[in-house]
């Protein structure tokens, strides 16, 4: 693929994030202010008046129109400041900058986990097809899919926290203070979320594996004489490749999703905890930027993933 | 103390609730009679929210008071078991009735090394009562002018009697913070906060901690044995249990019921359970049909079986609601508890008489958390004995509280609770008053308002308490709420924690705890 596609693919995709980041964040202020329920409300505290709430509105700029509201947020937002929270004027940066690397431990080493024992199983399942290996394989995939991920969280702290006592069960500790402490609270809930994430991996890439090993090409390699691990490894996986890429990245962007339960279950201060407690308070700013950040961290998942395409198969442009 | 729960409770839990507090440790004496407190230490808590501020004069939320309690020090403070007004930083008298005069201790200074003098308590009051930004201006209504009547002397005039400000200033209005920080800092105090009580402020991260460290020079001797502590803010009850069980933390207070089970496996833990005034209660919209109608109102009254209630949905950990007062209370009284004995028979008939011979439907509004979900179906099932027919509409609390209450009111009733305030007035001023927030119709026979005023006229809680028990007559009468249930604080405490005594307000203080 010559530099320049690449840098098309680049800019394009760029240039398609910016009214997606608009849209995004635009929707969901407007589901914000469309559901019943009022930040000023809780602002007032709980003796409030009529007269107070509504004079708690006026002075936080509540009362002015939806548009107003939302045109001054993204003009500071396009100027780099996500605003202060309503509820507790915490820098809205800041609490990002502090949940987002708790989020993102716990999502990246489940990912690796997924990787590590989904694809293994995956490609042993594909090549003993129909044997009681592939079988084993896909009732554990099943049941991966299957168990709730906050359940056997529970049962993990149970076991490996309460009972044996060797990880903790509760909180985080981020990677800048101590590696070993981070990763050893990051295990658990990354092990809770991975049963669904290896079970998807194993999945897809059994039945692509299946599928491309039964296909005309195949046979033409089989009569050429290549032995039948030659094929799985040199041709089968190649032309896989992208269809496992495809279950990463949307694993990749569930996971960042899937992480609010886990985080709950395990008392992480990440941005799960962030949004939830912003959504029920209609703390605006702050689900605005958490919004904000995800969707450009899907934005960023997304470009990458189109790279890796043009690379691995230059018929994709 | 008989309860119609005994039969659920241990052993060990009946010594503590006979005395009247409920700690207890190996012994079976209370914790914090067993032996001197030591120095030192920094205590975990897993607390269920974040705080709404850390000003005490812009933050909303009730849940605050237990972090807010650690850095500032009130003018007034309670007994732990009934919630009788004693002196904190100040003694105060009523030279006449409309004058309230705050004595200050002496040598009181702030975080920063400002005085706590009378020019700081005037600043504080000032701000309270008249900042735009101020959440409790409404509390100190009754003040006409903050006067510094000498270096430790302030005096307060007042608009009218009022002897519900001791125990106003027991709460947010009477927490002092530092003018000096208040003055450089404006509403960024809230991040920053100054005050002078036992531990000093370190930081605040949102959703994760509040960190505090030992005030060494606290100007009550000896005190705070702890070194620090730490507040981590854990929302999901049974993960902060968890983090208790597995000894990371210390306390994980207010609890739901359905965890007792777990605290009793995990055997190595303190248990504490105490009444509150946290009232799990039906409030209603009677300014419109069909709740105008009192034999209506009488009628759901009659139709709940609160003992029932408690074992079902508290596991006994409770005590039947049949006024806003817990029996415990300084101001409760008993003749008015009889009025409403479970009757679904009474219930019907009280229906018919009102017109609805098939019985009723009434619209209601309730919460989607897990507790609120059982309450609402063991309700349904009472009230449904009675021919009162629920239609359910379920949401967050914010969502469904401010449909209620605001200005779109929606359904006739609403299935929540009233978390008690320190003087009983403040909970019928701000329940039953003409125009108060949580009177949904905002409608208020006269006979009440001025009922709730006089309350607050004598000095005296003997005739304090004679004018409650009327108030509660008259709304228990007329049926203004249907208290259904005091939900019991329940707390899971380390076993080297010592000195820990619950308070009847249900929001901890850590002034009391030592580590062993």
Redesign the interface.
């Known amino acids: 693929m010559s530099l320049s596609s690449k840098s098309a693919v680049i800019g394009r995709r760029l240039v398609q994030a910016v009214p997606v980041l608009v849209l995004s964040t635009f929707i969901v202020f407007a589901l914000l202010k469309l ?4 930040v000023a ?10 007269a ?2 509504a ?1 708690i509105r006026h ?1 936080y700029g509540l009362d002015q129109p939806f548009l107003v509201q939302y045109g001054a947020w993204l003009w500071k937002a396009l100027h780099g400041d996500l605003s202060h ?1 309503l ?4 820098a809205v940066v800041a ?1 990002i900058a ?2 987002l690397p708790h989020t993102l431990l716990v999502v990246v080493l489940a990912m690796a986990l997924a990787l590590l024992i989904g694809i293994p199983l995956g490609i042993a399942a594909a090549s003993r097809q129909d044997s009681w290996l592939d079988g084993l394989v896909m009732t554990i995939a099943s049941l991966g899919v299957a168990v709730p991920n906050f359940w056997l969280g ?1 049962l993990l ?1 149970a076991l490996f ?2 009972d044996l ?1 060797w990880l ?4 985080a500790v981020s990677l800048s203070q101590s590696v070993g402490g981070a990763l050893s609270h990051a295990i658990l809930p990354a092990c809770a979320l991975a049963a669904g994430g290896i079970a998807e991996v194993a999945r897809q890439l059994r039945s692509s594996l299946v599928e491309i090993l039964h296909s005309q090409q195949v046979r033409t390699l089989h009569a050429k004489g290549l032995s039948p691990s030659a094929i799985l490894w040199r041709h089968g996986l190649k032309n896989v490749s992208v269809n496992l890429l495809t279950v990463i990245s949307l694993l990749f962007n569930r996971l960042l999703a899937a992480t609010v339960v886990v985080e ?4 992480i ?1 990440g941005m799960g ?2 949004i939830v ?1 912003a959504a ?3 703390d605006f700013p702050v689900v605005q930027g958490v919004v904000f950040v995800m969707v450009l961290i899907v934005v960023a998942i997304n470009l990458v993933t189109d790279i890796l395409y043009n690379l691995l198969d230059p018929r994709i442009a | 103390m008989t309860h119609a729960v005994r039969g659920a409770l241990t052993r060990r839990e009946i010594v503590a609730l006979a005395g009247g507090l409920a700690v207890t440790g190996a012994t079976g004496l209370p914790a914090w009679a067993q032996d001197a407190a030591r120095k030192g230490g920094i205590f975990k808590v897993a607390a269920p929210a974040n705080p709404s501020s850390l000003d005490p004069a812009t933050g909303g939320s009730g849940a605050d008071h237990t972090i807010l309690w650690t850095m500032y020090d009130t003018l007034v403070e309670w007994d732990y078991d009934t919630l009788k007004p004693k002196p904190g930083l100040a003694k105060w008298s009523y030279p006449d009735p409309k004058t309230m005069v705050l004595d200050l201790e002496k040598d009181v200074k702030f975080h920063d090394g400002t005085a706590l003098d009378a020019e700081a308590v005037k600043f504080n009051l000032d701000r309270n009562r008249q900042d735009p930004r101020s959440n409790i201006k409404a509390d100190l209504t009754s003040i006409a002018a903050v006067e510094v009547t000498g270096p430790l002397q302030v005096t307060l005039r007042l608009k009218n009697p009022d002897t519900a400000l001791p125990a106003i200033l027991s709460d947010r209005s009477g927490m002092m913070a530092s003018p000096a920080n208040l003055k450089a800092l404006g509403d960024d105090t809230n991040r920053k906060p100054v005050g002078a009580g036992p531990w000093k402020f370190v930081s605040w991260a949102d959703n994760e901690s509040v960190v505090v460290t030992r005030n060494d020079a606290y100007w009550r001797p000896g005190r705070p044995y702890l070194d620090g502590i730490d507040i981590a803010i854990i929302p999901e009850a049974a993960t902060a249990l968890r983090s208790v069980v597995a000894g990371e933390r210390d306390l994980a207070f207010s609890l739901p019921a359905r965890l007792k089970p777990v605290i009793d496996r995990a055997k190595q833990l303190q248990i504490v359970a105490a009444p509150t005034l946290y009232c799990v209660q039906l409030y209603f919209n009677y300014a419109r049909a069909p709740l105008d109608n009192v034999k209506v109102r009488q009628a759901v009254n009659f139709a709940l079986d609160r003992d029932a209630f408690v074992k079902a949905t508290m596991g006994g950990l409770g005590e039947a609601a049949t006024m806003t007062l817990p029996s415990s209370h300084w101001a409760y009284d008993k003749s008015v508890s009889t009025l409403y004995p479970h009757d679904p028979d009474k219930a019907r008939k009280l229906l018919a008489d009102a017109g609805f011979k098939d019985g009723i439907q009434l619209t209601i509004g309730s919460y989607n958390d897990q507790d609120s979900v059982q309450r609402s179906e063991v309700l349904q099932a009472q009230l449904g004995q009675a021919g009162i027919r629920l239609a359910f509409t379920r949401g967050t609390i914010p969502e469904i509280s401010a449909q209620f209450f605001a200005t779109e009111k929606k359904f006739d009733m609403l299935l929540s609770a009233w978390t008690g305030r320190p003087d009983p007035s403040m909970t019928y001023a701000l329940g039953f008053d003409k125009g108060a927030y949580y009177n949904a119709g905002r409608e208020c026979d006269p006979a009440l308002s001025t009922l709730i005023q006089q309350s607050r006229e004598s000095e005296d809680l003997a005739a304090r308490a004679a004018v409650f028990a009327k108030i509660q007559r008259f709304v228990m009468e007329n049926a203004l709420s249907a208290p259904i249930a005091f939900q019991y604080e329940l707390d899971a405490l380390s076993p080297k924690a010592k000195g820990y005594k619950p308070d009847l307000l249900g929001k901890p203080k850590f002034e009391h705890i030592s580590l062993g």
Do not use: W
Not at chain 1, 35 to 38: A, H, I, K, L, Q
Not at chain 1, 41 to 50: F, K, M, W
């Open positions: 559901v019943p329920g009022d409300v809780t602002l007032a505290g709980d003796n409030a008046s009529d107070r709430i004079e002075l929270s509820l507790s004027s915490e609490s502090r949940c529970m702290v926290a309460l006592n903790p069960a509760t909180g709950a279950v395990f008392a201060p905890g962030l407690n029920i308070h209609r």
